[in-house]
């Protein structure tokens, strides 16, 4: 199955600051370019942090008594006294591997509740950035396409199961695919459905697959990788 990669989805033209970058200029970044949060790079362009929205309000919300300020920890008091993006940053950010799919970046957002990743090259230098608007594009892949997939890589090259009007029918109809047929047992059944469910930009899935025998008691060794399909027993 061909997830698509992140690489295909991100965005190239980033906006990034140095670790020099003053608090100003960050600023004005971050409003020019309309986004909440640019990656820290040195001189190398290897991502060394990541400066946002919440790190510079550190500097508005700052206690003006001293006694007050004193009781921060730490590291809020050297954002909230900090000028460059080496003070600011929030070091050692979560990054992804320009290779990665669409699927570990989405399950890495979710993860860590972010809303975007920078995305870096094999030597850690930023590449792009992708946020969940990126990744949600998947879903805008036409019909035709999706069922395509679902056709060779789920049932012909997956589960060795030829896909036409007699057998088993796919359709797809704004991401949603519709399975009918027969499957020789209930475990391909399932597993037809559960590979299915993530080709990229499947929203749903409507299973009306049949099954000739139940297997399912058997012990998982005993399934059946590659299934045949039989006809079904009355047309749909």
Do not use: W
């Amino acid at each position: 199955m061909r997830h698509r990669k992140i690489k295909n989805v991100m965005t190239t033209d980033v906006a990034f600051v140095k670790d020099y970058t003053d608090f100003k200029d960050i600023v004005r970044l971050l409003a020019d370019r309309h986004v909440s949060a640019v990656p820290v790079v040195d001189n190398e362009n290897r991502v060394v942090g990541l400066v946002s929205e919440s790190d510079l309000l550190a500097k508005q919300s700052r206690p003006e008594r001293p006694g007050l300020f004193a009781r921060l920890r730490p590291t809020k008091q050297h954002k909230a006294t900090g000028t460059v993006a080496a003070d600011l940053m929030t070091t050692s950010p979560i990054t992804i591997d320009v290779q990665s799919t669409v699927v570990d970046g989405a399950r890495t957002l979710v993860r860590h509740n972010i809303h975007q990743l920078p995305v870096v090259d094999e030597t850690g230098r930023l590449v792009g950035i992708v946020g969940r608007k990126d990744l949600l594009a998947v879903f805008l892949r036409q019909d035709d396409d999706i069922r395509d997939e679902v056709v060779h890589d789920v049932f012909e090259h997956g589960l060795g199961v030829t896909v036409n009007p007699t057998t088993v029918d796919v359709s797809v109809r704004d991401g949603v695919v519709l399975l009918r047929g027969e499957l020789e047992t209930k475990s391909l059944v399932r597993i037809a459905e559960s590979i299915t469910r993530r080709v990229d930009g499947v929203v749903d899935v409507d299973s009306q697959l049949r099954f000739v025998r139940d297997d399912t008691h058997l012990p998982p060794a005993d399934f059946p990788i590659v299934g045949a399909c039989r006809l079904p027993r009355q047309p749909f």
